[in-house]
């Protein structure tokens, strides 16, 4: 059989265990494998390697290490930050403040909380995706404790002024303590897809949680961490375990974190470099994608995007048509069209930035990763404008 | 497709007949046709749904049989698939008659496909509501009233055969006025109370282009 040419352009969907992160994680699927929890020497070992994961991490964050707890995914730890401070202050304030275009594992709980009578105001953005400082501000009140904004949209990549909302929040807090108002206000980013990319230290950025996994790093899938600073409490989301403080029962993951460790320590040390790098091949891909192809736009903040992300919708077509038709070419990229979600909704994201329907059914998302060339993107481009053209010819839509 | 670009063997949801009427699909009209090389064309589905079905008719009076079918899919590779699939099904051994050709089910057309994933049967029931909207205006162009298929839709305008189903569809095709929709359907001409009918219909639906209402998608 002849190999097929293969090209991921994925990256934000899930990235390869990088070797180094690799290389780290090997003892734990060997002979660590007591549990951390154990008094022997098997134990012992076991705990030495999460501790060393945690304190490596902590270094990364600029944090204390028991400021770290360590869970089962990106999603959980959405889920934690936002369910778990929701519910412990509960009785101080129930009101949240996040956005329209948050992942989904921030949007479901926030709906479930609002199930459970609490408020929340679902901020918009702008045609690329912008939150707006003053809107949020401007939506705080004296029972808000919890505002959650993406530090870079998943999508579309847009990247969010999180050090600059940060900032504010710390004055909106001081003006309640001179006022002698109790209520806590904290602030969450989820950083999974920032985290290449992005500054992480937690006092630059202003944030009293973080979220970030294991799976769009270069580390393992089935590990997630959540920052919460000292002082934060939250509300457990399971029970039956004093692991991680008391706040995420069940045997650690020590592979997992230990990899989490190695991926981002690495991606921090790769992070200026990485970043131009794609930036420059990003911008290519963009230039190519908007002169070649008619009728193609630009999903997102021009400049203010993740370095890996590129999102366009072609317009008269329909994303998964075109995804089957990459595939068939060995390409993998993803879209936010209605026809691929399970619940045949187009993308909330693209919807939100205020895009006819069309757009989001005619998006494609592309995302680069460190192994990812010029040439990949050439290949692209050679069978890419025949797609297109090919599913426009039978469209029912004219594109126009 | 160069040497090194062969097809893979990744298990997909697809059937193996799905995936061949995408990546070749059949009578799908290539090119914008002459005036009078088809006698109907009807469409189906909005941008708002994601789904669009156009189809073109050529019908043998005489016989009453349908000599040529075209067709234009905006939607998921099924939605292109059942089209081409369903075409295949109503032009072979020289095409049936119209009436054979109604009674192609949307589970007929499952069946031919070999399955489809549960989640994207609503796609095969547009293509043949999309050949019913053609028929109908087929059947409207000869003036056989009598033959509308109304599907069970409350029918609006009496002479015409019109059914709230068919108006509501214009309206989520962007027809904002009763002028618009009346240079589409020519429903309500000379008849006040239709006319009223139409005004409901559009307070009713209009805007939902940003606000989407798909009936053949399941809750």
């Known amino acids: ?400 | 497709m160069s040497k090194d670009v062969v097809s893979g063997d990744q298990n997909w949801a697809y059937s193996d007949k799905v995936k061949d009427h995408f990546f070749n699909p059949r009578n799908f009209l290539n090119e914008d046709p002459p005036a009078g090389q088809f006698d109907a064309q009807g469409q189906v589905g909005s941008l708002a749904c994601g789904d669009i079905m156009s189809i073109w008719l050529k019908i043998d009076p005489d016989q009453d049989r349908i000599v040529d079918l075209k067709w234009r899919t905006f939607g998921c590779a099924s939605a292109i698939a059942a089209t081409s699939v369903f075409s295949e099904m109503v032009l072979k051994n020289g095409g049936l008659t119209i009436e054979e050709a109604i009674k192609i089910s949307p589970s007929d057309i499952m069946a031919e496909l070999g399955g489809l994933p549960a989640r994207k049967v609503h796609c095969s029931v547009l293509a043949d509501k999309a050949f019913r909207q053609t028929l109908n205006n087929y059947f409207r162009i000869r003036g056989q009233h009598n033959r509308i298929i109304t599907d069970g839709s409350r029918v609006i305008d009496l002479d015409l055969k019109i059914t709230e189903q068919e108006v509501v569809e214009v309206i989520h095709q962007g027809a904002q006025t009763l002028e618009e929709i009346q240079a589409r359907l020519k429903v309500g001409v000379g008849r006040p109370e239709v006319k009223a009918e139409i005004e409901k219909l559009i307070e009713k639906h209009r805007g939902q282009e940003s606000k989407p209402f798909c009936p053949r998608q399941k809750p």
């Open chain 1, 1 to 400: 059989m002849t190999k097929k040419r293969l090209v991921y352009f994925d990256h934000a969907a899930a990235t390869y265990i990088d070797r180094p992160v690799r290389r780290a994680m090997r003892p734990c699927l060997n002979r660590v494998y007591g549990n951390a929890g154990s008094l022997h020497s098997f134990g012992r070992m076991a705990k030495n390697y999460l501790d060393g994961a945690r304190q490596q991490i902590a270094g990364v964050l600029k944090a204390q290490p028991t400021e770290i707890v360590f869970t089962g995914s990106g999603s959980e730890s959405d889920n934690l930050a936002l369910l778990g401070v929701a519910r412990r202050y509960a009785s101080q304030g129930r009101h949240l403040i996040t956005s329209q275009i948050e992942h989904k594992a921030i949007q479901q709980p926030a709906r479930r909380l609002m199930a459970d009578g609490f408020e929340v105001d679902f901020l918009p953005v702008d045609q690329s995706g912008l939150v707006s400082i003053d809107q949020l501000i401007g939506r705080l009140t004296d029972q808000t404790t919890l505002v959650s904004i993406i530090y870079a949209n998943n999508e579309i990549g847009t990247i969010e002024p999180i050090a600059e909302i940060g900032h504010q929040l710390a004055k909106v807090r001081a003006d309640r303590r001179q006022r002698g108002i109790k209520t806590p206000l904290f602030f969450h980013t989820d950083a999974c897809q920032a985290a290449g990319y992005l500054d992480l230290e937690v006092d630059d950025l202003g944030v009293d949680l973080l979220t970030l996994n294991g799976s769009k790093v270069y580390g393992a899938k089935g590990v997630g961490l959540l920052y919460v600073r000292s002082g934060v409490e939250l509300q457990p989301l399971a029970f039956g375990g004093d692991q991680e403080g008391g706040r995420r029962p069940g045997t650690e993951n020590i592979a997992g974190a230990v990899g989490l460790g190695a991926a981002l320590e690495l991606a921090q040390d790769l992070k200026d470099d990485e970043s131009e790098r794609e930036t420059q091949l990003r911008d290519y891909f963009i230039e190519r994608l908007l002169s070649q192809i008619p009728q193609v736009v630009l999903n997102g903040h021009p400049r203010h995007r993740l370095p890996n992300n590129i999102n366009i919708s072609v317009l008269g077509i329909e994303g998964e048509a075109m995804l089957l038709w990459l595939d068939h070419y060995g390409i993998a990229a993803s879209t936010g069209s209605a026809c691929d979600s399970e619940r045949l909704e187009p993308s909330h994201v693209i919807t939100a930035l205020g895009r006819p329907h069309q757009y989001a059914h005619g998006s494609l998302r592309l995302t680069l990763g460190r192994r990812s060339t010029k040439r990949e993107v050439d290949y692209f481009m050679s069978v890419f404008p025949g797609i297109v053209k090919k599913l426009r010819g039978m469209s029912a839509v004219n594109y126009e």
